[in-house]
């Protein structure tokens, strides 16, 4: 199966999700975001196949965000993009693409919706304790 996730290794959710795809028995293609940010096209293509919209895949946590204004509900979506791009800690993570569809995988569980039945042999376990699948 192939699958790619768009990592952030210093973001818990983000570990625990590629975890979850190696317990799975998956190697994915790991882009770490920050290092090498989608482009406008392909984001845009992620938000939409996840059926996101701008705002709701944009992370609103941080100093960021707030210094440019960018919970005001009069931006366009086209701003909100154009916010991500130019600034791609702004992408909330991790995005997972597979065959079966795209996610934002927050919480971390929100993966299994994307992965085949049955895909763990065992339950995982999160960083935090919880048991999953």
Same mark, same amino acid.
């Given at each position: 199966?192939?699958? +790619? ?11 625990? +999700? ?34 996101? +919209? ?70 995982? +376990? ?8």
């Amino acid at each position: 199966m192939s699958v +790619t996730i768009y990592h952030n290794p210093a973001c818990g959710t983000s570990r625990n +999700t590629l975890a979850m795809l190696r317990h799975a028995g998956i190697e994915p293609e790991i882009i770490e975001y920050l290092k090498s940010p989608p482009d406008r096209a392909e984001l845009e293509t992620m938000i939409r196949n996840a059926g996101l +919209t701008p705002r709701q895949a944009m992370r609103d946590k941080g100093d960021l965000f707030d210094a440019l204004g960018l919970s005001d509900p009069s931006l366009s979506d086209a701003a909100l993009l154009d916010a991500m791009v130019a600034n791609p800690a702004l992408i909330n993570r991790p995005f997972v693409i597979t065959e079966i569809g795209t996610r934002l995988c927050r919480p971390s569980e929100k993966l299994l919706e994307i992965l085949p039945e049955g895909r763990f042999a065992t339950p995982f +376990t999160k960083e935090d304790g919880q048991v999953v699948g």
